[in-house]
């Protein structure tokens, strides 16, 4: 009657059978095509070193997945065929969402994961008074400032070592 049938919707994986029958003038006939049905790959474990520094290495790495192939896109045009890339010499541009698609290599069948990475800008540090000038016996207070601990050294003319104040002799 040359009426079309609807979508047919698989729901486990295998060998399925589709049928069509059909007639003519000529009588009956039917063909038998098998479709074979695939899961998508298993949803892979994706982890990262983040967040990192201005400057650190990005590490993307990927577990629990076999017979797979990777693609990767992300910030700052960042594309990759690798289960674990690296991105080193990292910028605050290179923060946001990574997207890995993994392609089963027998089926090609797909899915898609994400990750998000931080990269911090490391903020300036300064000491304050910049170049100070004291003359023998006097003392100056150094203040340090944009970071969350500050250690200083040598110790020999500071009245402590940590800290974000000392006092030199």
């Known amino acids: 009657s ?7 919707t698989f729901d ?10 059909t007639e003519t003038e000529c009588g009956i006939t039917q063909s038998i095509e098998v479709l074979h049905i695939y899961d998508d790959p298993d949803e892979p ?7 990192v520094c201005t400057g650190g290495t990005i590490e993307l790495m990927v577990s629990n997945t076999n017979g797979v192939s990777f693609e990767w896109t992300g910030p700052n045009g960042f594309m990759s065929t690798e289960q674990n ?3 080193p010499d990292a910028t ?12 089963d290599v027998i089926s090609g069948c797909t899915r898609v994961s ?6 911090y800008d490391a903020p300036p540090v300064n000491i304050i008074p910049e170049e100070p000038e004291v003359c023998i016996g006097q003392s100056v207070t150094l203040t ?18 940590i800290g974000a104040q000392v006092i030199v002799t």
């Open 2 to 8: 040359g009426s079309e049938p609807g979508p047919i």
């Open 12 to 21: 486990d994986p295998g060998p399925h059978q589709v049928i069509l029958f």
């Open 45 to 51: 474990d994706i982890t990262s070193n983040s967040p």
């Open 85 to 87: 890339p690296i991105i």
């Open 92 to 103: 605050p541009d290179n923060s946001g969402t990574y997207i890995l698609t993994i392609t």
């Open 114 to 119: 994400t990750i998000n990475v931080l990269v």
């Open 144 to 161: 340090a400032t944009g970071a969350n601990t500050y250690s200083w050294s040598p110790d020999t003319y500071l009245n402590q070592t």
